[in-house]
């Protein structure tokens, strides 16, 4: 009788290992598809990282430009004002008196 038992519980526990065996085979094509979403994502946010590393590059060199051309223009201005001192001033009231009447207006 215990022999019967013993070849009952080891069939059961086949049956089970064999259902547990089934129920991960079942598992592996959701596997599949959830890693390869993950990849999917992982690619698009790699993608997205570095377009916005090369949009902050491209900000950066454009900002280096801008930042060139204001010191250019200072510079420019400042040999103006020195070479024309009296012209430089009457452009600074006449700016100047045109800012004040546009502000007072409103």
């Given at each position: 009788m215990a022999a019967k038992k013993d070849s009952a519980a080891s069939a059961k526990a086949?049956?089970?290992?064999?259902k547990a065996h089934e129920a991960i085979e079942n598992v592996k094509?959701?596997?599949?598809?959830?890693?390869?979403?993950?990849?999917?994502?992982?690619?698009?946010?790699?993608?997205?990282?570095d377009y916005?590393?090369?949009?902050?590059?491209?900000?950066?060199?454009?900002?280096?430009q801008i930042k060139h051309k204001e010191e250019e223009w200072v510079e420019k201005v400042n040999?103006?004002?020195?070479k024309n001192p009296v012209t430089?001033?009457?452009?600074?009231?006449?700016?100047?008196?045109l800012i004040s009447r546009i502000l007072s207006n409103r």
């Open positions: 086949d049956q089970a290992a064999q094509p959701a596997d599949d598809v959830v890693r390869r979403a993950a990849n999917a994502a992982h690619e698009g946010v790699d993608r997205a990282a916005a590393t090369h949009a902050a590059e491209s900000l950066s060199e454009r900002g280096q040999q103006y004002v020195q430089s001033l009457g452009i600074a009231v006449a700016g100047g008196f």
